[in-house]
């Protein structure tokens, strides 16, 4: 079949659960993984002897809503492609931004980074693969996602130390460290409804729902914690429910953080949270 043509019969497909455009993105996504054929293959009447059968698997699992990342088993990160499956989070924009901030305002060798709830394993690789001599951990309370995150630190030789913990329950298990990131539960039940269908039906709750009733609990217990482990004038960096900007600051603020500032992603939300521990505070 024709290279073109097979891409306008696969894009008419999808194009029965996302729009045009979307769907040619995925096309071209599928073609790159499994045909090795990119767009500008398109233009220069490819044939395609056969369709391998992985491909029309993939499609096939694309067409049930599944993510392409878990159906590849891949998704880039900070320009690294990280090994995902339905126990981690796909890594998202925003939390490249995160891990940009971090890359950007802290030059000095030797951190000692911690990263909590690290899923897939993304922040503290990409964080001991940019810094200086960083000493970098990440900890997370499944098994399953550590086991993703250690294949990724394996696959992108990044040494980082990860160890199981349950952040709500025990301490942090660590002591003397120059910066804590987290990028917490924080999609509040009630927020479901907004959220892609796609998103609900693969990606892990455990790692994005919390109770109305108490959404900013894990921006609490690893607020109060933190101070407990970060050396004086040590750096606290949240990802953030949009909504809850405000709230998180006011939080920080009373546990005695200092210098407690929300930014913005790209897209003008609040999105970040950086706090200092003050000891003096």
Known sequence: ????????????????????????????????????????????????????????????ELLKGKPIQ?????????????????NVLIPRNETEE??????????????????????????????????????????????KALSVASRNAISLDAEVVFQKCDILNEEIPLKHLDIIVSNPPYVKISEKEMMHENVLKHEPHLALFVDDDDPLLFYKH????????????????????????????????????TEVKILEDLNGKNRMVRATFNPDS
């Open 1 to 60: 079949m024709n290279l073109t043509a097979l891409f306008q019969s696969f894009s008419s497909r999808l194009q029965t659960i996302y729009s045009k455009q979307e769907s040619e993105s995925l096309v071209l996504w599928l073609f790159e993984e499994y045909l090795g054929k990119n767009r500008i293959d398109l233009f220069s009447n490819n044939v395609v002897e056969s369709i391998p059968i992985e491909l029309e698997n993939a499609l096939k």
């Open 70 to 86: 878990y159906v590849t088993g891949k998704a880039p990160f900070y320009g690294r492609e990280f090994l995902v499956n339905s």
């Open 98 to 143: 995160l891990v940009h901030l971090i890359i950007k305002e802290n030059k000095n060798s030797g951190l000692r980074i911690l990263d909590i709830g690290t899923g897939s394993g993304c922040i503290p690789i990409t964080l001991a693969m940019e810094l200086n001599d960083a000493e970098v951990f990440g900890l997370d309370i499944s098994d």
């Open 222 to 257: 690893i607020g109060k914690k933190a101070k407990k482990v970060l050396k004086p004038y040590g750096r606290l960096y949240f990802e953030i429910n949009e909504a809850l900007g405000n709230e998180t600051v006011d939080i920080l603020t009373e546990y005695g953080y």
